[in-house]
Nanobody, 123 residues
Framework: QVQLVESGGGLVQAGGSLRLSCAAS????????MGWFRQAPGKEREFVAA????????YYADSVKGRFTISRDNAKNTLYLQMNSLKPEDTTVYYC????????????????WGQGTQVTVSS
């Protein structure tokens, strides 16, 4: 059974940092793009960041560029999202996902999704 399990969410003050992790099990994603998305209640799912299968390519939404860093450790089958300079508008549930392509930023190409982790940034 393939699973993606996020961790590292929580409550932080504005300007603070959090590091999200996404541990994959059931299969390796070493040859697949992975990404982070977020979705607030009643809103559309929003792309946050993506990383290619080997980590050579990364891409960020404008809203997080310069503040968030996506990385991966294929040996550990784990994806990370370092979030710095957090803002109240970053508050929502964050989801990790794995694509069936070596590189993608399109949600429709991401076949596996985690259950999400809540990030709350207080002002």
């Amino acid at each position: 059974q393939v699973q993606l399990v996020e961790s590292g969410g929580g409550l932080v003050q504005a300007g603070g940092s959090l590091r999200l992790s996404c541990a994959a099990s059931g299969r390796t994603f070493s040859y697949d793009a992975m990404g982070w998305f977020r979705q607030a209640p009643g809103k559309e799912r929003e792309f946050v960041a993506a990383i290619s299968w080997n980590g050579a390519i990364t891409y960020y939404a404008d809203s997080v560029k310069g503040r968030f860093t996506i990385s991966r450790d294929n040996a550990k089958n784990t994806l990370y999202l370092q979030m710095n300079s957090l803002k109240p508008e970053d508050t929502t549930v964050y989801y990790c996902a794995a694509s069936h392509l070596p590189w993608s930023t399109q949600a429709k190409t991401f076949d596996y999704w985690g259950q999400g982790t809540q990030v709350t940034v207080s002002s």
